[in-house]
């Protein structure tokens, strides 16, 4: 609509659109000026003369097509928000489903089954990840726990045999009246039961100290050499018995160990190659120097090892020669406490045997000066 309102304020023209009763607006010099009127806009101007020119329009359908374009912003806000918390819950309850399974798997764990593994056919996100590393630490603590109860079966099974002929051997001279030979008989078999329940049971106390530490105590610089050649005449004897060659190669090689348990390691090493040993068999026991190692083999002309026992001769409670073994009181820790202490000392041990040839035991230690 347009109006114009003339100088002498009795007349004015009205476009056909414009209302009839628009009052004159207020004189402002200078240029257009606006006013709202209601749902009217209106723009006016003064000319000069006096004469005022104003056009304005309705305003009223464009509000309400505001009106309505607000509510439908606000109605499509409200449903992308109500859209995003759901996907938001949706997929929030998928990243978090592994961590509720991990923690139910974890609780029936700690209740006991230690069959219990995280479902996982993720493999490539982190958590897939952190599930697939869980169920390694768990496969590896079921084994440890498995070992660990097998360990005290077998400790157990290995000191029932000297308490029961302890235990016999008493029964029985407390039965009746023997004579005095038949009492020192049984008095010796009590002996050597329990001198067996004793080596055992050091055995058993050697590999817990060895477990439970991580390096060996009292540490100082050896002479392997020396230190193997006192084991080989202490066990000359045995030897000889044994009806065994004694042959050593010894040269000067130093390492930084505990003496006790080095010994320990010649001592076990040598007492197996005169125990599986033929009669009229040797032994040979070398010392020598590498640039960064000490080296000791004991090799024997033996029955030597069959192959598919080499894996578990380092076991607790392995004897791959069970006849030979236990007759003589084997009980099959030997080589468990050798390996022990020889990975205590940051060094290692291996076997290469052939079966009706003999055995080779090489140990490796790191040299005093490369400590
Ligand atoms: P054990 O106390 O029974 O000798 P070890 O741990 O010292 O236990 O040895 C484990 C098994 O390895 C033995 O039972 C034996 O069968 C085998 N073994 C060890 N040393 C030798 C060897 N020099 N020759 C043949 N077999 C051996």
């Given at each position: 609509m347009?109006?114009?309102?003339?100088?002498?304020?009795?007349?004015?023209?009205?476009?056909?659109?414009?209302?009839?009763?628009?009052?004159?607006?207020?004189?402002?010099?200078?240029?257009?000026?606006?006013?709202?009127?209601?749902?009217?806009?209106?723009c006016?101007?003064?000319?000069?003369?006096g004469?005022?020119?104003?056009?304005?329009?309705?305003?009223?359908?464009?509000?309400?097509?505001?009106?309505?374009?607000?509510?439908?912003?606000?109605?499509?806000?409200?449903?992308?928000?109500?859209?995003?918390?759901?996907?938001?819950?949706?997929v929030?309850?998928?990243?978090?489903?592994?961590?509720?399974?991990?923690?139910?798997?974890?609780?029936?764990?700690?209740?006991?089954?230690?069959?219990?593994?995280i479902?996982?056919?993720?493999?490539?996100?982190?958590?897939?990840?952190?599930?697939?590393?869980?169920?390694?630490t768990?496969?590896?603590?079921?084994?440890?726990?498995?070992?660990?109860?097998?360990?005290?079966?077998?400790a157990?099974?290995?000191?029932?045999?000297?308490?029961?002929?302890?235990?016999t051997?008493?029964?029985?001279?407390?039965?009746?009246?023997?004579?005095?030979?038949?009492?020192?008989?049984?008095?010796?078999?009590?002996?050597?039961?329990?001198?067996?329940?004793?080596?055992?049971?050091?055995?058993l106390?050697?590999?817990?100290?060895?477990?439970?530490?991580?390096?060996?105590?009292?540490?100082?610089?050896?002479?392997?050499?020396?230190?193997?050649?006192?084991?080989?005449?202490?066990?000359?004897?045995?030897?000889?018995?044994?009806?065994?060659?004694?042959?050593?190669?010894?040269?000067?090689?130093?390492?930084?160990?505990?003496?006790?348990?080095?010994?320990?390691?010649?001592?076990?090493?040598?007492?197996?190659?005169?125990?599986?040993?033929?009669?009229?068999?040797?032994?040979r026991?070398a010392?020598?120097?590498?640039?960064?190692?000490?080296?000791?083999?004991?090799?024997?002309?033996?029955?030597?090892?069959?192959?598919?026992?080499?894996?578990h001769?380092?076991?607790?409670?392995?004897?791959?020669?069970?006849?030979?073994?236990?007759?003589?009181?084997?009980?099959?820790?030997?080589?468990?406490?050798?390996?022990?202490?020889?990975?205590?000392?940051?060094?290692?041990?291996?076997?290469?045997?052939?079966?009706?040839?003999?055995?080779?035991?090489?140990?490796?230690?790191?040299?005093?000066?490369?400590?």
């Open positions: 347009a109006r114009v309102f003339p100088s002498n304020r009795h007349s004015s023209s009205l476009s056909p659109s414009a209302p009839p009763d628009v009052p004159r607006p207020l004189r402002k010099p200078g240029p257009p000026a606006f006013r709202s009127r209601g749902t009217l806009r209106e006016f101007h003064y000319a000069p003369s004469e005022c020119i104003l056009v304005g329009r309705d305003t009223a359908a464009d509000l309400a097509d505001i009106r309505r374009s607000a509510w439908m912003l606000g109605g499509a806000g409200c449903a992308v928000l109500l859209l995003g918390l759901a996907g938001g819950w949706w929030g309850a998928r990243a978090l489903r592994p961590i509720a399974d991990i923690s139910a798997t974890a609780a029936r764990i700690a209740n006991g089954d230690l069959t219990q593994r479902r996982t056919t993720d493999t490539e996100s982190e958590l897939g990840r952190l599930a697939h590393d869980l169920n390694d768990f496969a590896r603590l079921q084994a440890s726990f498995a070992r660990q109860a097998q360990f005290t079966a077998d157990s099974h290995e000191l029932r045999t000297p308490v029961s002929v302890v235990l051997q008493t029964q029985s001279a407390l039965a009746r009246e023997h004579p005095a030979g038949e009492y020192r008989e049984s008095l010796a078999a009590c002996q050597r039961a329990a001198q067996r329940m004793r080596s055992l049971i050091e055995c106390l050697t590999l817990a100290r060895l477990d439970s530490a991580d390096t060996p105590a009292a540490t100082k610089p050896c002479e392997l050499d020396r230190l193997s050649r006192e084991v080989v005449e202490l066990l000359l004897p045995l030897a000889n018995e044994q009806g065994v060659q004694l042959e050593v190669n010894l040269s000067p090689a130093h390492c930084l160990a505990n003496a006790d348990q080095l010994a320990q390691v010649v001592n076990n090493l040598l007492s197996n190659a005169i125990h599986y040993n033929r009669p009229g068999g040797t032994v026991v010392v020598y120097c590498e640039p960064t190692t000490a080296v000791l083999t004991v090799s024997d002309t033996g029955l030597g090892i069959p192959p598919e026992d080499i894996p001769i380092f076991e607790r409670f392995y004897r791959a020669d069970k006849a030979r073994s236990g007759a003589q009181g084997h009980a099959g820790l030997g080589l468990a406490i050798t390996k022990a202490i020889v990975e205590a000392h940051g060094g290692s041990i291996e076997v290469a045997s052939e079966p009706g040839q003999g055995s080779v035991f090489t140990v490796r230690l790191p040299s005093a000066q490369h400590f």
